[in-house]
C-alpha cells in the first residue's frame, strides 16, 4: 500500500534527531566554506514548472564552485552536450539543490536555494581554467545548507578500492549509445562504435573547456 501523506510516513520512522534538525543553516560558515574550496564535484537537481526533475553533474578543479558572499555560490557552465537540460530548467523555475563530494572523504554537503543563469564577465573571469572562460554560470542563492553525514558513503564504500570496475567490464559510451539508438538494440557495425568512441575521447581531450 503506497504511503500517501507525510504524517503517514514518519510513524514509520523514529523521531528525527534534535542535532540532524538543529544542523540546518541558511548561510555559508567557515566549514561549509572550506568543504566547497576543497571540492572537485557536485551534482545539481532541478525540475522545470511541472515538476519534471533532472540532475546533473559538474566537475572542474577543486574549488571550481566559487562563494561570492556567505548566501551566494557562483558555478561555471563547461562546454558539453548542449542539451542545456539544467539551465533550462533554471529558467523555468529557479529552485535547485547541490551536493558536494570530496573525493576520500565520507560526509557530503547539501544546498537549496534559487538559482539564476549569469553573464557577469568579471565574476566569471574568476573561472577561466587553461585560458577558458565560461560563457555563463550558475548563480544559487543559498536557502539551506547542511552536512550530511557518512551512512550512504560508508554502506557502498564509494572510495573505495574494493569496489572500483575495470573499464574492460563495462561497454564503451560510444557502443552504449549506439545500441540504444539502433532500432534493432544493436548496432552490429563495429567500425563506427570504434570511429565514435575515438570522437568522443578526442572531444574530452580538446574541448573540456
Given at each position: 500500500?503506497?504511503?500517501?501523506?507525510?504524517?503517514?510516513?514518519?510513524?514509520?520512522?523514529?523521531?528525527?534527531?534534535?542535532?540532524?534538525?538543529?544542523?540546518?543553516?541558511?548561510?555559508?560558515?567557515?566549514?561549509s566554506r572550506n568543504f566547497i574550496s576543497k571540492s572537485p564535484f557536485l551534482c545539481i537537481s532541478t525540475?522545470?514548472?511541472?515538476?519534471?526533475?533532472?540532475?546533473?553533474?559538474?566537475?572542474?578543479?577543486?574549488?571550481?564552485?566559487?562563494?561570492?558572499?556567505?548566501?551566494?555560490?557562483?558555478?561555471?557552465?563547461?562546454?558539453?552536450?548542449?542539451?542545456?537540460?539544467?539551465?533550462?530548467?533554471?529558467?523555468?523555475?529557479?529552485?535547485?539543490?547541490?551536493?558536494?563530494?570530496?573525493?576520500?572523504?565520507?560526509?557530503?554537503?547539501?544546498?537549496?536555494?534559487?538559482?539564476?543563469?549569469?553573464?557577469?564577465?568579471?565574476?566569471?573571469?574568476?573561472?577561466?581554467?587553461?585560458?577558458?572562460?565560461?560563457?555563463?554560470?550558475?548563480?544559487?542563492?543559498?536557502?539551506?545548507?547542511?552536512?550530511?553525514?557518512?551512512?550512504?558513503?560508508?554502506?557502498?564504500?564509494?572510495w573505495g578500492d574494493e569496489n572500483r570496475v575495470n573499464k574492460s567490464e563495462m561497454p564503451t559510451l560510444?557502443?552504449?549509445?549506439?545500441?540504444?539508438?539502433?532500432?534493432?538494440?544493436?548496432?552490429?557495425?563495429?567500425?563506427?562504435?570504434?570511429?565514435?568512441?575515438?570522437?568522443?575521447?578526442?572531444?574530452?581531450?580538446?574541448?573540456?573547456?
Amino acid at each position: 500500500m503506497d504511503i500517501k501523506s507525510e504524517l503517514s510516513l514518519r510513524e514509520n520512522f523514529p523521531p528525527t534527531m534534535e542535532l540532524a534538525k538543529s544542523k540546518q543553516m541558511s548561510r555559508l560558515d567557515k566549514h561549509s566554506r572550506n568543504f566547497i574550496s576543497k571540492s572537485p564535484f557536485l551534482c545539481i537537481s532541478t525540475a522545470n514548472s511541472l515538476g519534471k526533475a533532472d540532475v546533473s553533474p559538474r566537475g572542474d578543479p577543486p574549488g571550481f564552485v566559487q562563494a561570492l558572499d556567505d548566501k551566494t555560490l557562483i558555478i561555471p557552465d563547461r562546454p558539453g552536450n548542449n542539451r542545456l537540460d539544467t539551465m533550462a530548467n533554471i529558467v523555468d523555475n529557479p529552485n535547485v539543490a547541490l551536493i558536494f563530494f570530496i573525493p576520500g572523504i565520507e560526509d557530503t554537503l547539501r544546498v537549496a536555494g534559487r538559482a539564476s543563469i549569469i553573464r557577469d564577465e568579471a565574476i566569471l573571469a574568476k573561472c577561466t581554467v587553461k585560458g577558458k572562460t565560461p560563457k555563463i554560470g550558475i548563480a544559487v542563492k543559498i536557502d539551506e545548507i547542511f552536512f550530511h553525514c557518512a551512512a550512504a558513503l560508508k554502506r557502498s564504500h564509494l572510495w573505495g578500492d574494493e569496489n572500483r570496475v575495470n573499464k574492460s567490464e563495462m561497454p564503451t559510451l560510444a557502443r552504449i549509445i549506439l545500441d540504444q539508438t539502433s532500432a534493432s538494440g544493436q548496432c552490429e557495425d563495429e567500425a563506427v562504435v570504434i570511429e565514435t568512441e575515438q570522437d568522443i575521447q578526442e572531444a574530452y581531450r580538446t574541448h573540456l573547456y
